[in-house]
């Protein structure tokens, strides 16, 4: 027979509130955006030389996000589409 004791013990745990600090969906969103992300750059012509750049993962999509409005901005001046080229 068990004991009162372990049988108390075994109801208090399944009966435990979760941890307070548990954090929600968008306090690990904006936890994911705020991730140092480190890359290493490569210096053309040399095996070793480089220089290695740390942002969050939010200033790395800013920085491709511009990259690729740019590089759509010079396409459509050189295929004609009108868009402007300066």
Request: aromatic share 6%; glycine share 8%.
């Amino acid at each position: 027979m068990a004991s009162p004791l372990w049988l108390f013990l075994a109801l208090a745990v399944a009966e435990a509130p979760p941890a307070a600090g548990s954090p929600d969906t968008a306090e690990k969103a904006a936890d994911a955006r705020d991730k140092m992300i480190c890359k290493k750059f490569i210096e053309t012509g040399s095996l070793v030389k480089g220089k290695r750049v740390c942002k969050t993962k939010a200033e790395w999509e800013h920085e491709r996000d511009n990259m690729r409005a740019g590089y759509n901005t010079s396409a459509s001046c050189q295929t004609g589409n009108g868009g402007s080229c300066f």
